[in-house]
């Protein structure tokens, strides 16, 4: 550092993980979710034309009441209400500013502007759980039905 020059160094989400399932006595290190085949599909029409729906971890908790663990849908007005305060990695980041987690006001700049299509109305909470068999059985099929109520073409999927 002392040429001035500022180095950025990642956080590994990966071995952070591995060394905390470790840490808690689970026997065998966690395994990410893979596919043999890639699940997504080619867009069918230009970013300028298609409606994005964001779907995002942080949840619809209070302070002060227990946290249910479940989906949920929420009007993108309820932004400021999520719960930020579970899972997430203090040291690396923080969530003073809910456009890194659910970035409703940006997007609508980039519909203003011509770049997207639309916003859907709603965005798509899902729980941090992290269960690999639940994500495919449950919850991936409940995001999509509400992403098809809301005619959403294209997610944005942002981790807390």
Do not use: C
């Not at 893979?34 to 409606?51: A, G, L, N, T, W």
């Not at 899972?87 to 609508?108: I, K, N």
Request: proline share 5%.
């Amino acid at each position: 550092m002392g040429n001035g020059r500022i180095h950025r160094s990642y956080v590994s989400y990966i071995d952070k993980s591995r060394n905390y399932y470790q840490a808690h006595g689970y026997e065998q290190p966690y395994q990410w979710a893979h596919y043999d085949e890639v699940p997504f599909q080619k867009m069918q029409k230009m970013m300028q034309e298609s409606r994005i729906g964001i779907v995002t971890t942080a949840d619809q908790g209070k302070r002060d009441s227990p946290r249910d663990k479940k989906l949920f849908v929420a009007p993108n007005t309820e932004a400021a209400h999520l719960f930020t305060e579970k899972s997430w990695d203090r040291e690396a980041t923080h969530t003073d500013d809910s456009e890194t987690y659910l970035p409703v006001a940006r997007l609508e700049e980039l519909v203003e502007a011509g770049r997207l299509g639309s916003l859907s109305p709603r965005f798509y909470g899902v729980p941090t759980d992290y269960s690999q068999r639940l994500t495919r059985e449950q919850d991936a099929p409940q995001i999509e039905r509400w992403m098809r109520e809301d005619n959403v073409e294209a997610a944005l999927l942002i981790a807390l």
